[in-house]
C-alpha cells in the first residue's frame, strides 16, 4: 500500500478548504447575486436612547431606484427574535424588533429599511430619510443603578441569575483570610475579516423561503425564522456559503437577516444585504463587559474555603438569541481549575445603551478566568504564598476526576471528565525554563527594565451535546460524500471531518467530500459554535463511517471469499490482511454491486452509505494554561509581549497544525482584549470605536509567534475517539497572564485590576505608585 | 459606507486644476491626490464633497528636486518616495527615518506629502516636519502663486490658512547643513497607528555646544509647531542628559495637549517629554 500521508487522525495535512480560498475562488456571501435581487441598506439610530418622533420616508421613496422603505408599521406582522433556545418568558420583553419600535435603545439600531437597485441608490436614500428623536438618559455603565426600560414597567435589570452550591457565609465566618478585590473586563468582540452578509430568496416555483450567507448554526436560525414567518420547516432553507471567521458574532439571526427574508416574501425578489465595517463595530454582537466584585475565604494555607462573587453583565440593549448564555456560563466555570468547598455567583443581568451583546469565542471563560486568576494572585500575594504554589494547593487533581459541580455549563451539568492539570503545569514550567526564566528576569529588573512573567490556568469546555448525526456514501467512482449539519467558519472543518471519516473508512482524505451548513441536505445540524463541532460531528462522522466500512467489507467478503474480519481498508482498496498483494476490490466497485438495480445486493440495503448517531451526556473538559513575558515601557504605558507559552491538554488532536492555527489565532483575540481592543462609549452613549482607527485590532506587529505545547495525555473519556475541543484555548487565559505578567514586571502586586490594559491606564497606576 | 454623489474631474494641466478649483470651489470643491484621509471620509460621508478634481493626471507635479537650497516636492509625490534618501544631506536620511512611521506599506504608496499638509491631521508626521523645518508650502490658484511659511500655514485640526481655491501645489524643506543630527520618535497603541504625540529634533554641535537646534512637536496639539522654548534649552548647552531633560521638560510645560475620551491631556504631556528626550538621545547617539 502507498505510504503518502492518507489523512489518518493526528495528522498534519494540508486543509481541503485552501484550494480555491489562495487563488481567489472562495465564494462568500458578497460574491452571491441573484436575478432582480435588491440591495438593502438601513438607517440607523443616532442616538443611543430616545423615543421615535418622526420618521419621514417620503423623499427617500421617491429617490431614483428605490422599490420601497421600511419602517416599523411595515413588519408589524414578525415578531421580536426570539431565543435560540425557544421561549424564556421572562426575557421576552427585552428581544428586539427587527426595526424600531416606538424607542431607540443604542446607536445603530435598525430604524427603517430602505431597498433599492443597487447599494449606492439605497444608501443615498436612506441618507434622504428625516428622522427625529426626543432623546432620553442613556444608562452606559451595567453597574449603574437600573432604569426603566419600556414604559411597560420592565426595568433594565432583567434578571439576576445566580448559581453556587454550599453555606458560602458560614465559610467566610470561619476563614482565617478573607481577600476582595474588584475586577472589570472591557467590551469588545469578534471582528471577522469578513463582515455579514445576508441574502433573501423567495423560490416561488417551490414555495421555499432561502437564505443565502448563513453561518455557525443554519439548522437553529431555520427552525427561528420558520417559527417567525409560521412556514414549515421544510419550506425554509439555509445556505452557508464560504465564512470568514465566526468567533460566536456571525451567524446568529439578526434583525439584517430576517428583514431580507420578509422582504423577498413579501416582494418576490431576492433581497441582498452587506454589512459595511462601520455597520459591523456597531450592529454585531458586542461581548465581554463585566465587573465583579469577588471576595475569597481562604484557611491559613491558603486553601479555598469560598467564593463569593458578584457581577453586573453589561448586555447593552436588548437580549439577543443567546437569551442568558454568557453570565450562565460566567456563573458556572469561574472555579475553573480549583477546588472551592463553598461557591456563590450572583449576576446582575443589566440592559443598557449599547450594542446589544453575546457570545464571543470563549465566552464567560476569558472574563472569569480573568477574575479567578488575579484572585488567585491577591491571594498568593496577600498571604505570601508563590503564586504557583497557590495553584497547586487548590488544583483539581486527577485523583479527583471526574469531579463534579453542582453548578450547569450550558444547561449542561459539570463534571470534568478527567486530566492532571497541575501536571499539565509542570510540563509547561518545565518547557519554558521557569527557573532560569525567573533568573533572567531578575537580573533585567535589577538593570532597571520592567519585565516580568505571569502564569493563568483555566478549564475550558467543550463537545456540548446531546447528539449530533452525519451520514457517509461512497459513490461507484469511490468518492466519498460526508453530509453533516455542521459549519464552516474556517477552522478547518472539512479537512478535520474528512480526517475522521477517512480513518475510520479507509480512504484518502482528500477522497471525501464534505457537506455543511445546508439545511437541504440533512434535516439536523449544531453548526459550529461552543468547540463542539469536532467532538460531536466527528464522533458521529466516525460512527458513520465505521458503519459504511462495515458494509463494505461485508460485500467484499461475498466478492473475495473471505470472512469480513481477515479484510482490511486502505486507500479506498479492500484486500486481505495476510495477502495485501492479493485478490482487491475498491470501495467504488463495492458501491456498484450495491446499486438498487444489482442482483449483487443480495439482502441488503442499496448504496454504500450509512447514517451514524453520536450522544453525550456531558461535554468534556479539555485544560491549559498560558505563561507570559512582559516588558512596559514605565514611561508610556506601553506594554509588550517578548514570549508566550501555551500548554493545552486536547486530548486528541485530529490535525494538530489546525489545532496550533485555532490556538495562535485565538491567542491574537486574547491579546486584543487584554491590551488593545474596546469598545468606548461616551456618557450620552455615543460609540467611540467605530472604526479601525480607534477599535485597536493587533497586528502582526503586536503578536509574537506563540509557543505551544500541545499535549494527549488526557483523552476524553466521553467519545470513542478521545477528542476535547480546539477552539477557545488560544484565548481563554490571556487577559490574566498578561495582567500576572504586568504586575511582575512592575513589581506592583495586583496592580492590573480591569482589562485591556492601555498605555494610559497603566500610566495612571504607574503615577499612582509615584506619588 | 458607499460615497455621496459627486462630479468627477481629471485635468491634465496645474492651470486647469486651479481654474476648476476656481469654479467648484464655492460648492465644495476638493483636490483629490493620494485620497488616503479624503476617501473614507467620504465613505463614512463624514466629507460630501459636490466635486472632486483629481490631480493624479496632472504634469508636473509628481517631481522631487533641489532648487536654491531647499528640497521641492510636488504635489503628487508619494510617501514611499521617501523610503530611500531623496538627497545625500541630512535631510534625505531624516525623510528616510520619518516617512516608516507613517501609516502602512500601501497607504504609503498612494499617499502624499503635500497632500498631509493639505489634510492638516494633527498627527501627520509631515505636518511635524513641515513645522520642525519651517517649510515653505506653494499654493496656487488662478489668482497666481503665493509661498506660505509652515508656521503661518498649520492653523488648528484639519485647518489650513490656503484659501479654498488654492491647491498646494509644491512644499519646500531647507536641506539640512551638514552635521545636522535628528532624532524622530512618536508613540502610538500599535504600529502605523496615528500617533498620540510625536517630536521630531535636529541639531549642530560646534565646538561641544548645541547649534540650530530644532523641536518639532505633532499629535499632541491641535497642529504641529516649533517649541521656541525648548529649543532655547538646548542652543549654547552641551548635548547631554542634562540638556536634554531641560528641553523636554520645557517642551512638555509649553504644550496645551489635546484630550479625548481615550488619552487625557496630562498623558499626551508626559509622552511629549519622553519622546523629545528620547528623540534627542537617538540625534546625538547618532
Not at chain 1, 441618507?127 to 433594565?156: N, S
Not at chain 1, 459549519?487 to 471519516?501: D, V
Request: hydrophobic share 45%; aromatic share 6%; charged share 25%.
Amino acid at each position: 500500500m502507498s505510504d503518502r500521508a492518507m489523512g489518518r487522525i493526528g495528522e498534519s495535512v494540508t486543509r481541503l478548504e485552501d484550494p480555491p480560498l489562495v487563488t481567489g475562488r472562495g465564494r462568500f456571501a458578497g460574491d452571491i447575486n441573484l436575478a432582480h435581487q435588491l440591495h438593502m441598506r438601513l438607517l440607523r439610530s443616532p442616538v443611543a436612547h430616545g423615543r421615535i418622533k418622526t420618521v419621514d420616508v417620503e423623499a427617500a421613496r421617491a429617490m431614483p431606484g428605490v422599490y420601497a422603505v421600511w419602517t416599523f408599521d411595515d413588519i408589524r406582522d414578525v415578531p421580536p427574535i426570539d431565543f435560540r433556545e425557544g421561549r424564556i418568558e421572562k426575557y421576552e420583553p427585552f428581544r428586539q424588533y427587527i426595526l424600531a419600535r416606538d424607542r431607540v435603545r443604542y446607536v445603530g439600531e435598525p430604524v427603517a429599511a430602505v431597498f433599492a437597485a443597487d447599494p449606492y441608490a439605497a444608501e443615498d436614500a436612506a441618507d434622504a430619510i428625516l428622522a427625529e428623536f426626543e432623546e432620553l438618559p442613556a444608562i452606559t455603565d451595567g453597574a449603574d443603578a437600573p432604569g426603566a426600560f419600556d414604559d411597560a414597567g420592565h426595568r433594565t435589570e432583567a434578571d439576576i441569575v445566580t448559581q453556587g452550591y454550599g453555606d458560602v457565609e458560614k465559610a467566610f465566618a470561619k476563614a482565617a483570610h478573607v481577600i476582595e478585590r474588584e475586577f472589570v473586563v472591557g467590551r469588545h468582540s469578534g471582528v471577522p475579516l469578513e463582515t455579514r452578509g445576508a441574502i433573501g430568496h423567495y423560490d416561488a416555483a417551490h414555495d421555499v423561503l432561502e437564505l443565502h450567507g448563513a453561518a455557525k448554526v443554519p439548522h437553529r436560525n431555520r427552525e427561528a425564522l420558520a417559527r417567525m414567518f409560521g412556514r414549515p420547516l421544510n419550506a425554509v432553507h439555509l445556505f452557508e456559503s464560504h465564512v470568514g471567521g465566526g468567533f460566536g458574532v456571525r451567524g446568529e439571526l439578526y434583525p439584517e437577516d430576517v428583514l431580507v427574508c420578509a422582504a423577498a416574501l413579501r416582494f418576490g425578489r431576492p433581497v441582498k444585504w452587506i454589512e459595511d465595517r462601520m455597520e459591523h463595530l456597531l450592529a454585531t454582537n458586542h461581548s465581554r463587559q463585566q465587573r465583579h466584585r469577588i471576595r475569597a475565604a481562604v484557611d491559613a494555607d491558603g486553601r479555598l474555603l469560598a467564593i463569593d462573587d458578584t457581577f453586573f453583565h453589561d448586555q447593552g440593549a436588548y437580549i439577543r438569541t443567546h437569551g442568558a448564555r454568557v453570565i450562565t456560563m460566567t456563573c458556572g466555570i469561574l472555579p475553573g481549575p480549583y477546588k472551592v468547598a463553598d461557591y456563590r455567583a450572583t449576576g446582575h443581568f443589566r440592559l443598557t445603551n449599547k450594542t446589544p451583546a453575546a457570545t464571543y469565542r470563549s465566552p464567560g471563560r476569558f472574563e472569569s478566568t480573568f477574575v479567578r486568576e488575579r484572585l488567585m494572585d491577591a491571594i498568593a500575594d496577600e498571604l505570601g504564598i508563590g503564586r504557583l504554589e497557590l495553584r497547586r494547593r487548590n488544583a483539581v487533581g486527577p485523583e479527583d476526576m471526574p469531579y463534579a459541580l453542582p453548578l450547569v455549563v450550558l444547561g449542561d451539568d459539570v463534571e470534568y471528565d478527567n486530566g492532571d492539570y497541575v501536571g499539565l503545569l509542570d510540563k509547561a514550567l518545565d518547557h519554558v525554563g521557569w527557573d532560569a526564566l525567573q533568573a533572567d528576569l531578575q537580573r533585567r529588573r535589577a538593570a532597571g527594565e520592567a519585565v516580568g512573567a505571569g502564569v493563568a490556568m483555566f478549564v475550558e469546555k467543550s463537545g456540548l451535546g446531546p447528539s449530533d448525526g452525519a451520514k457517509v456514501t461512497v459513490d461507484p467512482s469511490g468518492a466519498v460524500e460526508l453530509i453533516t449539519g455542521g459549519a464552516s467558519i474556517g477552522q478547518g472543518f472539512e479537512t478535520c471531518m474528512a480526517q475522521i471519516c477517512a480513518d475510520a473508512l479507509g480512504v484518502d482524505y482528500r477522497k471525501v467530500r464534505v457537506v455543511h451548513g445546508q439545511t437541504n441536505r440533512i434535516e439536523f445540524g449544531i453548526g459550529a459554535h461552543a468547540s463542539r463541532a469536532t467532538v460531536m460531528t466527528g464522533s458521529a462522522t466516525n460512527e458513520a463511517a465505521l458503519l459504511v466500512r462495515a458494509k463494505a467489507l461485508d460485500v467484499a467478503s461475498d466478492l473475495l471469499q473471505a470472512p469480513a474480519d481477515t479484510l482490511d481498508i486502505q486507500d479506498g482498496v479492500v484486500f486481505r490482511k495476510d495477502n495485501p498483494d492479493g485478490p482487491s476490490v475498491g470501495l467504488g466497485e463495492i458501491a456498484t454491486q450495491l446499486l438498487p438495480t444489482r442482483k449483487t445486493l443480495g439482502g441488503r440495503e442499496p448504496g454504500l452509505m450509512a447514517e451514524g448517531w453520536f450522544h453525550s451526556d456531558h461535554q468534556t473538559y479539555p485544560f491549559g494554561c498560558h505563561i507570559a513575558v512582559v516588558k512596559v515601557d514605565r514611561e508610556t504605558g506601553h506594554v509588550g509581549v517578548e514570549r508566550y507559552v501555551i500548554a493545552y491538554d486536547i486530548g486528541r488532536a485530529v490535525n494538530p497544525m489546525l489545532v496550533e492555527g485555532q490556538i495562535s489565532g485565538g491567542f491574537a483575540q486574547g491579546l486584543g482584549g487584554a491590551l488593545y481592543e474596546e469598545f468606548v462609549y461616551d456618557e450620552r452613549g455615543q460609540p467611540q470605536s467605530v472604526t479601525f482607527a480607534d477599535y485597536l485590532l493587533p497586528t502582526a506587529r503586536e503578536v509574537p509567534d506563540i509557543e505551544l505545547l500541545l499535549r494527549e495525555d488526557a483523552p476524553s473519556p466521553r467519545n470513542p475517539l478521545g477528542i476535547k475541543g480546539a477552539g477557545e484555548a488560544g484565548v481563554t487565559g490571556v487577559g490574566a497572564a498578561i495582567a500576572s505578567a504586568i504586575d511582575d514586571a512592575l513589581q506592583m502586586p495586583g496592580a492590573v485590576t480591569q482589562l485591556p490594559v492601555t498605555p494610559q491606564r497603566l500610566k495612571v497606576l504607574l503615577d499612582g505608585a509615584r506619588d | 459606507m458607499k460615497p455621496a454623489p459627486f462630479q468627477y474631474h481629471a485635468p491634465k494641466t496645474v492651470a486647469d486644476a486651479v481654474a476648476l478649483l476656481a469654479a467648484h470651489a464655492g460648492d465644495d470643491g476638493r483636490i483629490l491626490a493620494g485620497g488616503q484621509s479624503l476617501v473614507p471620509t467620504m465613505a463614512f460621508r463624514l466629507a460630501r464633497p459636490a466635486h472632486l478634481i483629481d490631480i493624479n493626471n496632472v504634469e508636473g507635479l509628481d517631481c522631487i528636486a533641489e532648487a536654491g537650497g531647499r528640497l521641492c516636492i510636488g504635489a503628487t509625490v508619494r510617501h514611499a518616495a521617501f523610503h530611500k534618501p531623496v538627497t545625500a544631506g541630512p535631510l534625505g536620511a531624516l525623510l528616510s527615518a520619518v516617512v516608516r512611521h507613517i501609516a502602512h506599506y500601501p497607504i504609503r504608496q498612494r499617499g502624499t506629502f503635500c497632500g498631509s499638509l493639505a489634510h492638516a491631521d494633527p498627527a501627520s508626521e509631515w505636518c511635524c516636519v513641515a513645522a520642525a523645518l519651517d517649510a515653505e508650502l506653494v499654493a496656487r490658484s488662478a489668482r497666481g502663486e503665493r509661498v506660505i511659511q509652515a508656521a503661518a500655514f498649520f492653523d488648528g485640526a484639519m485647518t489650513t490658512t490656503l484659501a479654498e481655491d488654492e491647491l498646494l501645489a509644491e512644499a519646500r524643506l531647507p536641506l539640512l547643513p551638514e552635521g545636522t543630527k535628528f532624532g524622530f520618535q512618536e508613540f502610538s497603541r500599535r504600529a502605523g497607528d496615528f500617533a498620540i504625540a510625536m517630536a521630531l529634533v535636529a541639531f549642530r554641535v560646534e565646538g561641544g555646544r548645541i547649534a540650530d537646534a530644532r523641536i518639532g512637536i505633532g499629535g499632541a496639539e491641535p497642529a504641529a509647531r516649533r517649541i521656541a522654548k525648548a529649543e532655547a534649552a538646548l542652543d549654547g548647552a552641551a548635548p547631554g542628559k542634562d540638556a536634554f531633560a531641560a528641553a523636554a521638560d520645557a517642551a512638555a510645560a509649553a504644550m496645551d495637549p489635546m484630550e479625548d475620551v481615550n488619552t487625557s491631556a496630562g498623558y499626551r504631556r508626559d509622552l511629549v517629554r519622553t519622546l523629545v528626550r528620547r528623540a534627542l538621545e537617538d540625534a546625538a547617539a547618532a
